[in-house]
């Protein structure tokens, strides 16, 4: 069963942000209060979704601060975005987690680059400005460099943290990518389809923090699902590829 509370109206809405939340009662009440202050502050017209699948005390939260709250009470990062898109009213969308990890003033900077004509913005958190101990090691190290290598080679692109969880995208460009996954493999068929359809990419350095509450992420079941989504992505590239070049020659 869904729950929602209210929207602005769509004409009104420049921006939607959508935020996955599972269980994030630590954080998700400093995370709105940083997104309203910004969005108040740079005269933003926006709305704020909250897919929530919590057993917790973020569904209250969420509801005491105006969030727009779908309540799916289903797993999958994925999913959580997909139900939250479905009911976006805004022009462009920004993502992000409401963990704690992210600053949400990025936000005026990320719609400055999609009000200049990007399709899809997306952080790189691999900076000077990564807080001590914010990624576990195994995953600063080897697993997000080594995946974002991985998918550099087989599927193309320049972005160096492809799982960076904050992104912005107008809507136009997320009508034409058609997403259909719904765990963490999302994140790569996201960059993959904006590969794909070479829409206008841009990376921005952002700050990141270390995250407040439990990590969701399963470091080798999750990175194994990027990695098979990855190599199914390039062989069914190839195989259209061969198709329209035999195509061609008859």
Known sequence: MSTRTKSPAAATVELSVVLPCRNEELAIGQSLRQITE???ANNIRGEVIVSDSSSDGSTRIAEQWGAVVIKHNQPGYGLAYLKGFAIAKGRYLFMADPDGSYDFSEIPNFLNYLRHGYDFVIGNRFTDNMARRAMPPLNKYVGNP??????????????????????????QALNKMQLQTTGMEFASEMIAQAVSLNLTIKQLPIDYQRRLGQSKLKPF??????????????????????????????
Do not use: Y
């Open 38 to 40: 910004v969005l108040t």
């Open 146 to 171: 080594l995946l974002s290598l991985m998918f550099r080679l087989l599927i193309g692109g320049n972005i160096t943290d492809i799982h960076c969880g904050m992104r912005a995208i107008s809507r």
């Open 221 to 250: 079941s999750d990175g194994w699902r990027h990695l098979k989504f990855m190599l199914n992505h390039r062989s069914l590239s190839f195989e259209l590829e061969r198709f329209f070049d035999s195509d061609k020659k008859t």
